[in-house]
């Protein structure tokens, strides 16, 4: 007898994913072996292990990412200074590619020749799984059974489960759609599918609100070395503790909470309430560092790249010639940001509170209102004169054609 051929897929232990083990074992008969990816979602993986075999998987892999995933996609995005639409610190978007890494790593270990997702067909995150692993290895198959089962509700899902006897995770007390881990945690669906209605503050599992965050202020002191944050109030630690670190102090003040209507890359707008409270608080400190170590024209080009980047991570194009361009020089950008910036963080605001940097390009002589033996004036009017000789021209132009300005 020959032996069956391989999927992995993309386990997360959930309604969805609990429920795709045996129905890819019905529709394609084939053998399934499941991932776990441990992003830092703080949650105990090791259970998912009884209970992916249990449901029909062969095998599991349960793999900590959390260090990649600081590394090479959280720091790199990071001093980008990408945001997504002014608001969205990308936390679910670069957590995909790294998770279908993995998946992809796994699928030529194994010898599978399909990956699958439990993504819906309305959502980003098909998108994000399935071009990193077009990029990655494009002869692989991919099955996303959201876009082709005939399953139309979470009630039908619950049903297709116990019909099946399988334990579903299933909680009516917060129904919110959510994904969390290091970076991050988004809510979506619900009442907030409504955007008149304001989140309720039960809403918030990370962060406290900020009517309820402390009166007194806190600061904190954050140290990079070439754009990437290595201290915390002097204290040195890896990436995966820093951010763990900052998420603690941030929550604690009720930092980091962006509610918004974005724009998803499949056409429609979609409400969601994000919770990233250090993520917030290291691009604040990274924000406050270029501004004396960049100087006017680098510091102006790279805001216009920061916001290509956060599309391209939006989109699912990490993995993509354009991004490794962008990151290239985003790092030779970072080459001098280096230093040490304070933070005071209130009722959910970070205020700037002091910046240093051997590299600064900030000088108090030159920029000083008091009197200083750097800078004369006078050179001014030449300056001026040059500068709005285009605008002069024109309006002699409009004056001797009897135009108004």
Avoid at 93 to 102: G, L, M, N, Q, Y
Avoid at 212 to 237: L, Q, R
Wanted: net charge negative; proline share 5%.
């Amino acid at each position: 007898m020959s032996e069956k051929q391989k999927v992995i897929l993309a386990y997360s232990g959930g309604l969805d994913t609990s429920i795709i083990i045996p129905w890819l074992k019905e529709n394609y008969d084939y053998e399934v072996i499941a991932m776990a990816a441990d992003v830092g979602q703080g949650e105990e993986l090791e259970p998912l292990r009884e209970k992916a075999i249990k449901t029909g998987a062969s095998k599991i892999y349960i793999e900590d990412l959390k260090e990649e995933f600081v590394n090479d996609f959280i720091f790199p995005t990071l001093k980008a200074g990408a945001v997504y639409e002014k608001k969205y610190l990308l936390g679910t978007s670069f957590a995909r590619p790294v998770i279908a890494k993995r998946l992809v790593e796994i699928a030529e270990k194994e010898g599978a020749v399909a990956i699958c997702h439990g993504a819906t067909g309305k959502g980003n995150d098909q998108v994000r799984f399935e071009l990193t692993i077009k990029a990655l290895n494009p002869n692989l198959r991919i099955i996303a059974p959201w876009r082709i089962w005939d399953i139309k509700s979470r009630e039908e899902e619950i049903e297709y489960a116990l019909a099946r006897n399988i334990t579903i995770p299933v909680s009516k007390e917060h129904n919110y759609s959510m994904d969390r881990n290091l970076w991050h945690l988004s809510h979506e669906g619900s009442d907030l599918e409504d955007p008149w209605n304001e989140p309720k503050e039960n809403l918030l599992m990370i962060c406290t609100p900020p009517t309820k965050a402390p009166d007194e202020p806190e600061y904190v002191e954050i140290e990079f070395e070439k754009g990437i944050p290595v201290k915390v109030n002097g204290t040195a630690y890896d990436g995966v503790s820093l951010i763990q670190l900052l998420n603690e102090i941030g929550a604690r003040h009720g930092v980091g909470i962006a509610d918004m209507v974005e724009n998803r890359l499949v056409g429609m707008k979609s409400r969601g309430v994000y919770e990233t409270p250090g993520g917030t608080i290291l691009y604040a400190a990274h924000q406050e560092l270029e501004s004396i170590t960049l100087d006017r024209a680098v510091l102006q080009y790279k805001q216009l790249v920061a916001i290509k980047f956060a599309e391209l991570v939006y989109d699912g194009n990490w993995f993509t010639p354009l991004r490794k361009a962008l990151s290239a020089f985003v790092d030779v950008t970072q080459e001098t940001v280096t230093g040490k910036v304070r933070l005071k963080l209130y009722k959910g605001n970070v205020y700037p509170a002091g910046v240093q940097s051997p590299y600064s390009l900030y000088s108090e002589e030159f920029a000083t209102f008091g009197e200083d033996e750097v800078y004369n004036q006078k050179d001014a009017e030449g300056f001026i004169n040059l500068f709005g000789l285009p605008l002069k021209i024109r309006a002699l132009m409009e004056q001797k054609r009897g135009l108004k300005p």
